[in-house]
């Protein structure tokens, strides 16, 4: 398995702001994987981030509102840029370690936009 | 119809008791299977991978229908910790190297003393 860890586990932010949150894997991994789960919800795939070069995007999420960044194997970094309330929700990073065909999660990040 | 499809519950079951779910999936081509467990306020945590052969560990008991598109969780001997929210979740673009996971809506177990 793989020990995953999210900065910060929380926060409160005000409506037009922007928060970056880390997530920082203990082991290389091959993928990573940022999610979205809304209060009652299930796992909503927002990108996978890719080493080296830009996420790729799932549906209904874009680059502008949430640029990723993935300068190593181990590290990975989501923003949510100029926040409404909408973007309330808990926000989780995932990596398969090498050689694993299996997603380990971090902790998540609960995100509340005022 | 949504990828991957669960009864959201809650099953309300007493100690003891033996349950199982279901999650059916559309895409046929779908080569991964697992089961997720999360507690409230919590990250899911992997519970089993769902291999064609089946897979068991403990009192959880996974299987795999590709003819039916479905893949199933049985618990024996329900405990009181084992209330939780499980989540399957199925790899569906396989042909495209992708390793996203695709997760249904959860189902909810309440196990009661």
């Known amino acids: 398995s793989a020990v995953i860890s999210q900065k910060p586990s929380r926060d409160i932010c005000q409506r037009g702001t922007s928060l970056t949150i880390q997530c920082q894997v203990d082991?290389?991994?091959?993928?990573m994987f940022w999610y979205r789960q809304q209060p009652g919800q299930s796992l909503t795939l927002i990108a996978t981030a890719n080493q080296g070069s830009e996420a790729t995007y799932e549906s209904g999420f874009v680059i502008d509102k949430f640029p990723i960044s993935r300068p190593n194997l181990t590290f990975s970094t989501l923003t949510v840029s100029n926040m409404s309330p909408e973007d309330s929700s808990i926000y989780l990073c995932?990596?398969?370690?090498?050689?694993?065909?299996?997603?380990?999660f971090g902790p998540g990040t609960r995100l509340t936009v005022l | 119809r949504k990828e991957v499809e669960q009864d959201p519950g809650p099953f309300n079951v007493p100690e003891g008791a033996t349950v199982a779910f279901n999650c059916t999936y559309s895409n046929s081509a779908s080569q991964s299977f697992f089961w997720y467990r999360q507690d409230c306020r919590k990250e899911p945590k992997l519970l089993m991978s769902?291999?064609?052969s089946g897979n068991e560990d403990g009192r959880f008991t996974a299987q795999l229908n590709r003819a039916s598109q479905y893949i199933s969780l049985l618990i024996r001997d329900s405990k009181l910790s084992d209330s939780a929210t499980y989540l399957c979740?199925?790899?569906?673009?396989?042909?495209?190297?992708?390793?996203?996971?695709?997760f249904g809506s959860g189902t909810r177990l309440q196990v009661q003393p």
């Open positions: 979740a199925v790899n569906i673009d396989m042909d495209t190297g992708r390793r996203a996971l695709t």
């Open positions: 995932s990596g398969d370690p090498k050689g694993v065909n299996e997603q380990f």
């Open positions: 082991s290389q991994v091959t993928m």
């Open positions: 769902v291999y064609s």
